[in-house]
Every structure is written in structure tokens, then in C-alpha cells.
């Protein structure tokens, strides 16, 4: 079966990590943050909410974040601002020892009868730096830089996907240095 790790909400923004249980009991140091990058900063509407924990001798971070829309030159600068804010302002102040689902799990009590749902505080607080694996999803809003109807064709030709791929302003971001410098991308694949 699966257990909930933890989840964290910031406005619509939501995520939630679970764990097969067998592989829960491997994972400490669980917690969860968010930052807003929304109306004057301080609005959930743009953000992101994010779940760290460590298993196995990793930091690792879930993030999902949901970043400034629109087409214009001023919204993708904007974006790539609201990457750099989100990494910049990302800290993590305090954990859970162990997955608190798991301790609550019918037929553990005996092998958890010494853990507790215990609260240890970070010092100094924990950034995204910090962790081995920083996994980055949800909306980021980058467009396609390509007409529209030129777009849609591509889109429903696996053998245009490369091309497509290409007028991407985030792999354009990417490559330039501009965001997610050290981080890696898979390759795209679709049915």
C-alpha cells in the first residue's frame, strides 16, 4: 500500500507526496514550505508550495509551483523572476522525524512504539540548495514561440515534436543560463 508523506496548499497551488510503506519507514526529516510571488508578493494566486525529506542519505525536494501567465515580453520576465524569488526564498524551518501517516498505520504501533510525531527545528533553516534532488513541476506558464496553427500541426506530429520543443521559451531560458542552472530536464516522450 501507499501511505501520505505530507502535503502543503498555498491558495490553489497543491501538493502532495506518498510513499509505498514499505519504503515510508526509510524517510526522516519530513516538512513543508511555500512561497508567494503573487500581487505585491504576498498573494497565493502565484507561487509555490514544497514537501523535503530525507531517505536513503538524500535531501530531496517536491516542489510545484504555479508562475505568472500572459504573452507578453514583461510576463516572461516575470516568470523567470518568480524562479529566482521562489529558489531564493524557499526555506524549510522545521521537520517531522518520521511520516506521521505511518506512525498512525494499522499494524505499526509496535515497530513505532519509541517514535513519536516529533518536531525538530532546522538551524539555521533549510533551502532548496540544500538538497541533493530538487524536483521542480506544476504550471509554469512558459509559452510556445510559434503560431498558433503552426503549433497545433506540430503537436499532433511526433516527428515535429524536436521543432516544437525548440520555440519553447523555457528550454530557450534553459539554455541561455537564465533558470535552472545545474538542474536537468528528461527527454520529452509522449505516447
Not at 505585491?40 to 507561487?47: A, I, P, Q, R
Not at 510545484?64 to 524557499?90: P, Q, T, V
Request: a positive charge.
Amino acid at each position: 500500500g501507499y501511505v501520505k508523506v505530507m502535503s502543503k496548499t498555498m491558495g490553489a497551488i497543491w501538493i502532495t507526496v506518498i510513499a509505498r510503506t514499505h519504503i515510508a519507514s526509510e524517510i526522516s526529516e519530513v516538512s513543508a514550505a511555500a512561497v508567494s510571488v503573487g500581487v505585491l508578493g504576498v498573494m497565493g494566486n502565484k507561487g509555490a508550495a514544497a514537501v523535503r525529506f530525507c531517505i536513503r542519505g538524500q535531501a530531496v525536494c517536491f516542489l510545484c509551483a504555479h508562475l505568472n501567465a500572459g504573452d507578453h515580453s514583461s510576463n516572461f520576465e516575470r516568470r523567470i523572476a518568480d524562479i529566482h524569488d521562489i529558489r531564493a526564498k524557499m526555506v524549510f524551518h522545521e521537520c517531522l522525524q518520521y511520516v506521521p501517516a505511518l506512525l498512525r498505520k494499522q499494524g505499526t504501533q509496535e515497530a513505532n512504539a519509541n517514535k513519536s510525531v516529533e518536531i525538530i527545528q532546522f538551524h539555521p533553516p533549510i533551502s532548496l540548495k540544500h538538497h541533493d534532488k530538487v524536483i521542480w513541476l506544476g504550471d509554469l506558464n512558459f509559452r510556445l514561440r510559434c503560431p498558433a496553427k503552426e503549433a497545433r500541426q506540430w503537436a499532433n506530429d511526433p516527428t515535429h515534436y524536436r521543432a516544437l520543443a525548440k520555440t519553447d521559451e523555457l528550454y530557450k531560458a534553459m539554455a541561455a543560463g537564465l533558470v535552472f542552472s545545474g538542474f536537468d530536464e528528461g527527454a520529452l516522450k509522449f505516447p
